[in-house]
């Protein structure tokens, strides 16, 4: 069974940095283009980052020059830098992973990355 499990949230000050780490196991497939999504209180989750398999990137304007998405395909892991963090990046994070030639989205069971002013 494919599990996607995300570290590295936790509180931080504004103007500060924290990375997170999504693991992938029971991958009996390839895996495509990886992102990280993030869900607020009250809001639709919504897309950070996202990066293809071969390490194409896409960022929300929000994040773009403070955020950087990075994987490892032999290890089936993603990363994403978060710099200058603001209030406003306070969400739980999530995992995302495609499969390379289609199916079932695999999503993690989030992180929760608090911005404190």
Do not use: H
Request: proline letters at 3%; a positive charge.
């Amino acid at each position: 069974q494919v599990q996607l499990v995300e570290s590295g949230g936790g509180l931080v000050q504004a103007g500060g940095s924290l990375t997170l780490s999504c693991a992938a196991s029971g991958i009996s497939f390839i895996i495509g283009t990886m992102g990280w999504y993030r869900q607020a209180p009250g809001k639709q989750r919504e897309l950070v980052a996202t990066i293809t398999r071969f390490s194409r990137t896409n960022y929300a304007d929000s994040v773009e020059g403070r955020f950087t998405i990075s994987r490892d395909n032999a290890k089936n892991t993603m990363s994403l830098e978060m710099n200058s963090l603001k209030p406003e990046d306070t969400a739980v994070y999530y995992c995302n992973a495609k499969r390379y030639y289609g199916g079932p989205d695999s999503w993690g069971q989030g992180t929760q990355v608090t911005v404190s002013s």
